[in-house]
């Protein structure tokens, strides 16, 4: 029997706004524990939330990247539950009426286009952080109350590959829409599977089971497929597959059921009595639109069409959205598309990874960039040395002309100097030019490294090559 | 009886508290005023209409900006707090 | 010297050259102790706080330097907040209600937190920590809840104002057993940030005074947007000081006669009818108008499903991890269990049961959405009334307070007792709603109950103050009940 995997992805994403979703204490990640909260955080008893505009901006720019219907009316929610992460007894969030409805995605798979259908989009409140240790655990707060919103599919995954091309899209979203890091290893992009299978044909549901708090995408894609063939052995074997929350084992590569209380299901889910429905300013909700920022799509078609690069380059360039907000900045004055694309995914890229370090982190600038490309253009260094430059302005910072200066590398381009030199060589080297006359290639690479020598490598390689072959021509003859 | 006395042990267990049985007579005597309200209300002909969460029906166009202006010392966070360690709340183990 | 002044008596005296304030207050103090013995409703008594806080003081705005007591469910920065609770027993805040900073802006002065019933879920007192208030007017007798420690304070003289938190009736029924003014506001006129909830839907900031002129400066100082609380409104608040009129010609006010109809006691009764006759002396057109009975059979079941929903998931948060009274536990929903068993007195683990059971998703479309659609249909219906009218008219309930020994223990009320109940008609639909002292019977007060239109306080306090002005009972107390 065939199986067809019948999947719906949730996922969470934290926003980086400036304050929480309803509390005026920073958000941030990786700070000393408990230095990033007041008492509203904290859940003290008598505080009341107050919504962060700018986290219901960075919602409609999602709704909207997702083709969204936006519900101007906020309507808010408790879901209510006795967690020891969750300092309030319950969370606020949308369940009755999500900001956003009725999106989609549109992904590729295997060269062909598939529309994934999206159900909601809603927005909540992160919990606390918990540290397990051996025989206790600590909670930190700094993350409690930071905004997230929940992205819900339909259930028209039908792959471990569609899967994952869904999440890398949609975490493209999230970084083009400029509202989150989205970083699944450190938790700002947060995924949970509802995974059930049927026989292909079958038009009926399966039961299915939810595996939580997926971390990576390599792990979606590793859990999906292992819950899948999981639950075809217990159908093929005659058993029933139980709905339940599992979690993903990353050592084993394998999902557990986790054990969960009879009743976590009863959220007693009630308006939230401390917020009223929030009449949104229609004006303000469309020049959000007005001012979307453009989405990797329409970039890497301008990328195709107006610059001239491969579908790849461009398809490569905007899936890092640092490298390709920085190319857009050297590209409004420098008009060496390609080069400049082939610097950032092959030098600066191989940079980045090697120091494992993001472009922000270093010193390069647009500006600089386009100044090294300058001297490539006009041959004044050679690719070498331009690798060589960018890594000196990445880490020191200084401007390349400097560096250039500093090392002696501008190039020897000019033909007299060059032709001057070269025949004081060829003058002093009159074996290699039998060896030359008598077929052997390398007396003219031998010759070149001469050249190098002489000028410290700074002569033009290229016109060098040119020359050295012309004169010894003349010298055969 | 023991019935009822189980459900509301539960519930009671469900609200996270335990409920003994010298609290029990009171609370079944209780729990039967609340079910004729219950019952009393379903009297009550609310055919299409809306619940209403609020006292009256009220919109606000009241965000907040997005501006840090409010942090409290570490101190102050914990100063409630039964059982600290390294500047954090410290609970048995959250069994996963 | 006596210190029992009323808000501008005291402000006039603070301003004189020659009235020694520390001496006022210590005199005050002296009151408080031998007032705490008698009474009992105290939770802290915030002396050294008071003298530091009168010492800022400038007497220039109304309110400067004039002692006051808050209910124990505002947070108070650095003073014990125990919601009269086990749980909170040694809670110690670490910010202010809003209302407190407004006050400390005034130049108040804070003399203590006052009981309550615990975590303001009662209407006697009784379930209060430090155990039951007693009447100033007469020691065996309750003086209702629950914010009975304030009402008790204001009654017996000690301050001129506190405050006190209105759910169903809490400030309304407290004041008329203690023979004070008591008022609570349209819902969202005040914040209520910092206020230790019960059921926020429902929940008033309001207060305590023996006048109804106090009553209107204090209400004027708390009132305003607050950015804390979104449910707090953006309307402006009119001066209600300057703008109280005694003046009601002409006025329409209602007499609710469903609830009026309910009276047994003769003396109430003669007491109520009078009080109609003063009303129409003074010019106002004073009509019946009745509600469907089945829509007033129906209130005190959608409040008792609201409130007790609503308290049961506002009070989740304690559970003894980040504050409040933490037991022992292997595991960490060992410590909340045993915390919330020990932390919660029974009658408020029974409300909690209750509002569990009604929010349950499988119950909640019966019960607790079925409470707030009769919540609207009610709130429909007094919408009407007030098409015709301006103030509502009834009994501040049932008659004058209970003996100690006579209430036997704080079960929800069966559902005929409109009369006792009808006072969360203000809470359901969120009005302004003032309890003025209207007489005596066996020589304990009774008092009626005026609910305006939402936002229309300054109606009511005319009302209250034309009538004041014409009864006995301005500014009275009771020292020696
Ligand atoms: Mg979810
Ligand atoms: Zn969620």
């Known amino acids: 029997m065939n199986f067809e995997q019948i999947i719906g992805l949730e996922v969470h994403c934290e926003l980086k706004t400036n304050s929480k979703m309803f509390s005026a204490s920073p958000v941030t990640f990786g700070k000393e524990p408990n230095t990033m909260i007041n008492e509203i955080d904290m859940a003290m008893p008598g505080i009341l939330p107050v919504l962060n505009k700018r986290a219901v901006e960075y919602a409609i720019r999602v709704c909207y990247a997702l083709h969204m219907d936006i519900d101007e009316l906020l309507r808010f929610d408790r879901k209510n539950y006795y967690y020891s992460d969750l300092p309030k007894g319950f969370q606020i969030t949308q369940e009755q009426f999500p900001i956003g409805k009725n999106g989609y995605l549109d992904i590729v798979v295997d060269g062909k286009t598939k529309r994934i259908e999206i159900e909601r989009l809603h927005m909540e409140e992160d919990t606390a952080k918990q540290f397990h240790y051996d025989s206790y655990s600590l909670i930190d707060y700094n993350r409690s109350g930071i905004p997230l919103i929940e992205i819900v599919t339909k259930p028209a995954i039908r792959s471990g590959a569609e899967a994952s091309a869904y999440l890398e899209k949609l975490r493209q979203v999230f970084l083009y829409t400029d509202v989150s890091d989205a970083k699944m290893e450190e938790g700002s992009m947060r995924c949970d599977i509802n995974i059930s299978i049927r026989p292909l044909g079958s038009q009926k549901f399966g039961t299915r089971t939810e595996i939580k708090n997926l971390n990576s995408i390599s792990h979606v894609q590793q859990a999906i497929e292992f819950e899948s063939l999981r639950q075809e052995k217990i159908i093929l074997d005659g058993g029933k597959v139980l709905q339940e929350t599992r979690r993903f084992d990353e050592k084993r590569k394998e999902t557990v059921a986790m054990r969960i209380k009879e009743n976590v299901a009863n959220y007693k889910y009630y308006p939230e009595p401390n917020i009223l429905p929030i009449r949104l300013n229609h004006q303000w909700v469309m020049d959000i639109k007005e001012r979307l920022p453009i989405m990797a799509e329409q970039r890497e078609k301008i990328y195709i069409d107006k610059y001239g690069l491969s579908q790849s380059e461009a398809h490569r360039l905007i899936s890092y959205k640092e490298l390709s907000d920085f190319y857009e900045e050297t590209v409004k004055n420098c008009s060496r598309y390609k080069i400049a694309c082939h610097l950032l995914l092959g030098e600066v890229l191989g940079y980045l990874n090697k120091k494992n370090i993001s472009l922000e982190e270093t010193k390069l600038t647009p500006h600089y960039l386009s100044e090294i490309i300058e001297y490539i253009d006009e041959e004044m260094i050679s690719s070498k040395q331009a690798k060589e430059v960018l890594e000196c302005v990445m880490t020191e910072g200084k401007k390349p002309q400097c560096i250039i200066e500093e090392k002696g590398m501008k190039q020897i381009s000019d033909v007299d100097i060059l032709t001057q030199l070269i025949d004081q060589i060829l003058d002093n080297n009159e074996k290699s030019i039998r060896d030359f006359s008598s077929g052997k290639d390398r007396a003219i690479g031998f010759l070149v490294g001469q050249v190098m020598k002489e000028t410290k490598g700074q002569a033009n390689p290229k016109i060098t090559n040119q020359l050295l072959l012309k004169l010894l021509k003349e010298r055969v003859q | ?96 | 010297m006596m210190i029992q002044y009323s808000i501008e008596e005291l402000h006039q005296l603070l301003q004189l050259n020659d009235f020694d304030s520390k001496m006022y207050y210590d005199e005050l103090f002296q009151e408080a102790e031998f007032q705490q013995k008698k009474l009992n409703a105290f939770v802290t008594i915030t002396k050294e706080k008071a003298y530091k806080d009168l010492k800022k003081a400038d007497f220039i705005s109304l309110l400067s330097g004039i002692p006051y007591v808050l209910k124990d469910n505002y947070n108070t920065k650095g003073i014990r907040t125990t919601a009269s609770s086990l749980m909170l027993e040694d809670y110690i805040p670490i910010y202010n209600a809003h209302v407190v900073d407004l006050l400390n802006q005034q130049g108040s002065c804070l003399i203590g937190k006052s009981s309550m019933d615990e975590l303001a879920m009662g209407g006697t007192n009784q379930s209060a920590l430090t155990g039951i208030v007693y009447n100033p007017w007469d020691r065996t007798r309750i003086a209702g809840g629950s914010s009975g420690g304030s009402a008790a304070l204001v009654a017996s003289g000690v301050v001129p104002f506190a405050l006190g938190s209105d759910t169903g009736d809490s400030i309304r029924k407290p004041a008329g057993y203690c023979g004070v003014v008591g008022f609570k506001p349209t819902w969202g006129r005040i914040s209520r940030y910092g206020l230790i909830p019960y059921a926020s839907s429902l929940d008033h900031v309001g207060a305590f005074t023996r006048n109804v002129r106090d009553m209107a400066i204090v209400i004027e100082t708390l009132a305003g947007h607050d950015e804390k609380d979104m449910t707090s409104s953006i309307r402006e608040v009119p001066h209600y000081l300057e703008n109280l009129n005694d003046n009601i010609k002409g006025l329409k006010i209602g007499v609710l006669k469903s609830i009026s109809d309910e009276i047994i006691d003769i003396e109430v009764k003669e007491n109520f009818d009078s009080i109609i006759c003063k009303l129409q002396g003074l010019g106002a057109v004073v009509e019946d108008i009745t509600m469907p009975s089945n829509l007033m059979k129906a209130i005190l079941p959608t409040y008792t499903i609201i409130a007790n929903a609503e308290a049961t998931s506002n009070h989740a948060c304690l559970d003894g991890i980040k504050y409040g009274n933490r037991q022992d536990g292997e595991t960490i929903d060992e410590i909340i269990l045993h915390s919330r068993t020990h932390g919660f007195s029974h009658y408020i683990k029974r409300r909690f049961i209750l509002g569990n059971l009604a929010l349950a998703t499988e119950n909640q479309e019966r019960m607790f959405k079925k409470a707030q659609k009769v919540r609207r249909l009610i709130v429909e219906e007094l919408n009407r009334i007030y098409e015709d009218y301006d103030v509502i008219l009834t009994p501040n309930g049932r008659g004058i307070a209970p003996k100690v020994n006579e209430i036997v223990n704080n079960y929800l009320y069966d559902d005929h007792v409109i009369l006792e109940s009808h006072l969360c008609l203000a809470n359901l639909a969120g009005l302004p709603a003032l309890s003025l002292p209207s007489g005596f019977v066996d020589g304990m007060p009774i008092s009626v109950h005026l609910m305006g239109r939402i936002f229309e306080e300054q109606t009511v306090f005319n009302v209250a103050y034309a009538l004041e002005n014409i009864l006995d009972f301005k500014n009275q107390y009771s020292r020696e009940g």
């Open chain 2, 1 to 96: 009886m023991t019935e009822m006395k189980t459900m509301l042990k539960q519930l009671a267990r469900d609200t996270m508290f335990d409920i003994s049985d010298d609290e029990m007579p009171a609370l079944i005597e209780e729990y039967n005023m609340f079910m004729n309200h219950v019952q009393f209300l379903e009297s009550i002909d609310t055919q299409d209409v809306e619940p209403l969460a609020f006292p009256y029906e009220v919109e606000t166009t009241f965000l907040r900006e997005d501006e840090v202006s409010h942090i409290i010392s570490r101190e102050d966070a914990l100063k409630n707090a039964k059982s600290i360690q390294d500047y954090q709340i410290k609970v048995p183990k959250v069994v996963k």
